[in-house]
C-alpha cells in the first residue's frame, strides 16, 4: 500500500518561514506528478502548488511569490518553501502525489496532512 508520509509543519510566527517534505514510502514505477494543497478550517481544499517529474511547476496567481515546491523524484520526495508566512496562511497542508505502483496501477494518492499554524 503506498503511502505519503509529510513532515515538517508547526508552529511558527508571522514572517518566518517553513520547509513542509514529503516522501513517498514504498518504491513506486514512476512518479509523474507531486504537489501540496492545504484546508484552512470551514474552507475548501484548495492548490498550492505542483511539480512535475520533468520539472515543471505550477502556482496558482494567489500563491505565487512566498511558496516554492521542489521535487527530487529520484528519491520520490517532494519539497515546499513556506517564507514570509503569514496568519491566513494557517491550514492542514497535504501532500499528493500521481504515481504508478509496481502493480502497474496508476493512481492519486493524499499524504495525511500536516498541520502549519502561524501566529504571534
Known amino acids: 500500500q503506498v503511502q505519503l508520509v509529510e513532515s515538517g509543519g508547526g508552529l511558527v510566527q508571522p514572517g518566518g518561514s517553513l520547509r513542509l517534505s514529503c516522501a513517498v514510502s514504498e518504491r513506486v514505477r514512476s512518479i509523474y506528478t507531486m504537489g501540496w494543497y492545504r484546508q484552512a478550517p470551514g474552507k475548501e481544499r484548495d492548490l498550492v502548488a505542483t511539480?512535475?517529474?520533468?520539472?515543471?511547476?505550477e502556482y496558482p496567481d494567489s500563491m505565487k511569490g512566498r511558496f516554492t515546491i521542489s521535487g527530487d523524484f529520484a528519491h520520490n520526495t517532494v519539497y515546499l518553501q513556506m517564507n514570509s508566512l503569514k496568519p491566513e496562511d494557517t491550514a492542514v497542508y497535504y501532500c499528493?502525489?500521481?504515481?504508478?505502483?509496481?502493480?502497474?496501477?496508476?493512481?492519486?494518492?493524499w499524504g495525511q496532512g500536516t498541520q502549519v499554524i502561524v501566529s504571534s
Open positions: 511539480v512535475s517529474n520533468d520539472g515543471k511547476t
Open positions: 499528493d502525489a500521481d504515481l504508478l505502483d509496481y502493480r502497474l496501477v496508476r493512481g492519486d494518492y
